[in-house]
């Protein structure tokens, strides 16, 4: 196979797959390619938001720490590779076209043509860190946990992030159902560490799962926490005694490295690499500075605590502004509820579209906007929107999916 080809292999799957009711589809693939996993150890990363940041701090950790690290995440921004990596670096196209033949071959042998795309992903994913002899491996869940195709490993460990309403028609309409669906990466007698200011009722689905599964359940103590800055450039802050920074913002990213901080220490991770990797982490698209004159940040963040996190960090601006947010949604997103989440901060919604097949178009999120009392204009593209947000001089945050933030970062020197 080409490159080219191997691409339209791996597209020919649809991005969901056929509904499956238990992992015997996925275990069916995997066994077919000598199961990989068996040779792998993990970190299961499962969660609402904050999986991608998260996982960035720990395989940094693990790297400072000497441990050959693979990291496995997704949606990509920039390309398909990114979501396959050895030590930060992207899978080359080469092996990726050698195990995309062997996963191909293996599809053929099974006769399964339902297959997700993530399916696949995590087949080559499995291959590539068995054949680079991986330490460890940071392993992001795509969607839910239980029932996640990612789910086919047993872990060092099991963590799960901030979990909320996101993906309601497959993981349920309740925290409690979507709680449920995140904690089946619970395994027996393996730790678990839940991140902090979750839900009460969340918590409790997460305890008496661990409680079932004899999982010691980690939740990073609050008490011990002290925040000494927060801004749109990074934070410091103080967790039992010791200092720590993230260069990535918002105070949701302070609560991303408690969780990261507990894990690491359960692996045996040194304070000294902890508190690198913490401050090393970086995530495109999540509450990215990409220019400070004039201030442009870019978000990926598309649901209602995603959206609320970044309303409550550009309150942190200084001096305070409000912003012109150049804005582009997906249909199967709360549009309305992100929007009332923003508005607070923004001055105007610029809304955008032909960024993605799924979009709202531009039209019907400014009339949203409009119907929510806010100032709103729709336009045709991305680069038009950026055009006129410049003539505001105001701060200026790209946001609203991670599909618009990857077209920003790819077409970054086009738009410029």
């Given amino acids: 196979m080409t490159l080219s080809e191997c691409m ?33 150890k993990f970190i299961h990363i499962a969660g609402t938001n904050g999986k991608g940041s998260t996982a960035q701090m720990l395989s940094e950790m693990c790297i400072l720490e000497g441990k050959k690290t693979g990291l496995f995440t997704s949606p990509y921004i920039f390309t398909y590779s990114d979501r396959i ?38 087949a080559i994913a499995l291959l590539y860190f068995k054949e680079k002899k991986c330490d460890i491996v940071v392993w992001e869940t795509g969607l839910g946990g239980l029932m996640d195709c990612t789910n086919i490993v047993i872990p060092e460990i099991s963590v799960i992030t901030s979990i909320d309403f996101d993906h309601t028609a497959i993981l349920g309409s309740t925290l409690n159902e979507i709680a449920t669906q995140k904690a089946g990466i619970i395994k027996k007698s393996i730790p678990c560490v839940l991140s902090a200011k979750n839900a009460t009722e969340t918590i409790k689905v997460v305890e008496k799962i661990a409680k079932d599964k004899n999982s010691r359940l980690i939740i990073p103590d609050e008490t011990k926490l002290e925040v000494i800055k927060s801004d749109v450039f990074g934070n410091e802050f103080v967790y039992k005694g010791e200092k720590y920074k993230t260069s ?27 508190k690198r990797g913490s401050k090393k982490a970086l995530v495109p698209a999540r509450v990215q500075v990409i220019s400070k004159e004039p201030l442009i940040i870019l978000d990926g963040s598309h649901n209602p605590a995603g959206t609320k996190a970044l309303s409550k960090m550009l309150k942190t601006l200084n001096p305070p502004a409000l912003v012109t947010a150049v804005i582009g949604m997906l249909e199967e997103k709360q549009v309305e509820l992100a929007l009332e989440n923003l508005l607070p901060v923004v001055s105007e919604f610029v809304c955008v579209e032909g960024f993605n097949p799924k979009e709202v178009p531009a039209k019907s999120l400014a009339k949203l906007a409009n119907n929510l009392g806010a100032r709103s204009k729709p336009l045709k593209s991305l680069g038009l929107g950026l055009e006129y947000a410049m003539t505001k001089n105001k701060p200026i945050v790209v946001c609203g ?8 970062l790819n077409k970054k020197s086009l738009l410029e």
């Fill in 401 to 408: 999916s991670l599909y618009l933030a990857s077209e920003y």
């Fill in 85 to 122: 990596k050895v030590n930060n670096e992207n899978i080359s196209d080469e092996i990726l076209v050698k195990l995309g033949e062997i996963v191909k071959k293996a599809v053929e042998k099974t006769k399964e043509h339902r297959y997700s795309q993530f399916e696949i992903t995590m």
């Fill in 8 to 40: 339209d292999f791996i597209n020919s799957f649809d991005k969901k797959g056929k509904a499956v009711k238990d992992l015997s589809r996925a275990k069916s693939l995997i066994e077919c390619i000598g199961n990989p996993h068996e040779d792998l």
């Fill in 248 to 274: 990535m913002c918002g105070e949701h990213q302070i609560i991303n490295c408690l969780t990261a901080i507990e894990t690491a220490k359960i692996l045996g991770i040194s304070n000294e690499n902890i």
